[in-house]
């Protein structure tokens, strides 16, 4: 299993790169529906910035809308196998957690990642990648979320906090922590750092 996991982007361009071995432009799917639930003006933003990163590093960018597979667990699955990679980006994290439920693809991320293929997350996407989802509303609004679930992937047994030691939300993030640690054990990653996981061997760069 490789998993990439950051606060924000791709701090580490060449370790996420490694991930796909000798792969010559790998194709990622770009999830964003993080963002669906805030304005399109500031979302564009963000996503533009996801997608052309990921563009500056010869990787083939196939957005992936996960609600257009709303119910279609199967179909998820043979659009995700056709691909090297998937990139989940920030935003809301109980509303990316919906749509997760909505496509089915908590049923399948496991088996498909233990296949080769490649996980990267930031922020949002990083949270998902986790057993839970609890402390998370201290940053961001769960009621965002037309149902919430507090179960993540678990592609990794521990919680993550991102953009730790950022001072704008030091005090709620401070909450996610004390809250998720009566869970999970967690590990904390600045805005210039990346949780790198490959099989069991996990690096913490930046």
Known sequence: ?????????????DAYQALFGNKRKPRVGLVSNAWDTHVAQTSQVFITQASNQLSTL????????????????DALQATLESLDGLWVTGGNSFYLNWAVHQAGLHN????????????GGESAGAILATPTLHGVEFVDDANEAPTIFWDGLRLVDFGIVPHWGNAQYAEPLASCRQEM?????????????CLVIVDNQLTLLG
């Not at 399948?108 to 996980?119: D, E």
């Open 58 to 73: 010869d990787i083939q960018v196939q957005p992936l809308n996960l609600l257009d597979y709303e119910g279609k667990q």
């Open 181 to 193: 640690e009566e869970h999970v054990p967690v590990k904390l990653i600045g805005d210039r750092q």
């Open 108 to 119: 399948i991320i496991a088996s498909l990642c233990r296949n080769g293929l490649v996980y």
């Open 1 to 13: 299993m490789k998993l990439f996991l950051s606060s924000v982007g791709i701090p580490q361009a």
